[in-house]
């Protein structure tokens, strides 16, 4: 295949340089006479790859190898029209291109071995397109069937057209785009916890746990509300005037029911 391509590219150097003199004589632009000597022999390098891409497929590739040939065509023709009247020169500057067009062609081989496993083993070929011919005969009957039957000609046109189609093609209507989840409602603020016993219950709670408030001398009470107060977080003046007050309030009442 290296060999192949070596081959491929000399002859199609060699073949280019026969298109751009004959071009060049016509067209005096260097730019547009190179890209016109080069389109036949780019375009044969095309269609043969694509006749090989589509091998592997099981196509025929029937139209990729066809233009293929077309341009091998037209650049021999190119080539012999840009030689010498005689024998000499156009052996000359035909044998290039004609060396070119196999090479280039040469990838189809992987076609023929394609279809030829295919046939050994049963397997059915994919006929993608039709052959030139068979389009071009068709293509002439039915002309010729026109123009000598014009009335069922049209009427059998007629009556394929309706039943390719029986109706118009309905309207698509756009579907309705589906709503949003609703979204559930933010949380509310949480449930507000059971109210514990104040600070200053804590504190007469505590100082009656530690001291016999109802015989308590007054003068260490307010010590002792300090602290207290320290322990619960209670200002300690606060702390000190209530505890004061109910100590005074409790020994006041045993005095009375004494």
């Known amino acids: 295949m290296l060999a192949l391509a070596v081959l491929a590219a ?27 000597a080069g389109i036949p022999g780019i375009g044969a390098v095309i269609f ?17 190898r066809t233009l293929n040939i077309a341009c091998a065509g ?15 020169d156009p052996a000359i500057w035909i044998m290039p291109s004609a060396v070119c067009a196999p090479a280039s062609g040469t990838p189809n081989g992987v076609r023929t071995r394609v279809i030829a496993r295919a046939r050994h083993t049963g397997q059915a070929l994919a006929d993608d397109e039709p052959t030139p011919i068979a389009a071009t005969g068709a293509a002439i009957l039915r002309l010729i ?3 000598m039957a014009p009335v069922p000609a049209i009427s059998g046109f007629r009556r394929r057209v309706i039943g390719e189609c029986p109706s118009a093609p309905a309207r ?13 409602p933010p949380p509310g603020p949480p ?11 804590r504190l007469l709670a505590l100082a009656g746990q530690r ?32 505890l004061l007050a109910h100590v005074r309030t409790l020994q006041n009442g045993q005095k009375e029911a004494s």
């Open 10 to 36: 000399a002859a199609a150097v060699v073949s280019w340089d026969a298109r751009y003199v004959l071009v060049r004589a016509v067209k005096h632009n260097p730019a547009v006479a190179a890209l016109e």
């Open 48 to 64: 043969a790859a694509l006749g090989a891409a589509l091998a592997p497929h099981r196509k025929r590739a029937i139209r990729a």
């Open 74 to 88: 037209i650049s021999l023709a190119m080539n012999a029209l840009a030689s010498a009247p005689g024998r000499r």
């Open 145 to 147: 069937r026109l123009a």
């Open 172 to 184: 698509t209507t756009p579907k309705p785009r589906p709503r949003p989840p609703a979204l559930a």
């Open 191 to 201: 449930p507000p916890r059971p109210a514990g016993p104040g600070k200053q219950a």
């Open 211 to 242: 001291h016999d408030l109802s015989s308590i001398p007054l003068k260490p009470v307010s010590k002792i509300a300090t602290g207290i107060a320290a322990e619960i977080g209670l200002a300690p003046g606060t702390a000190r005037r209530v």
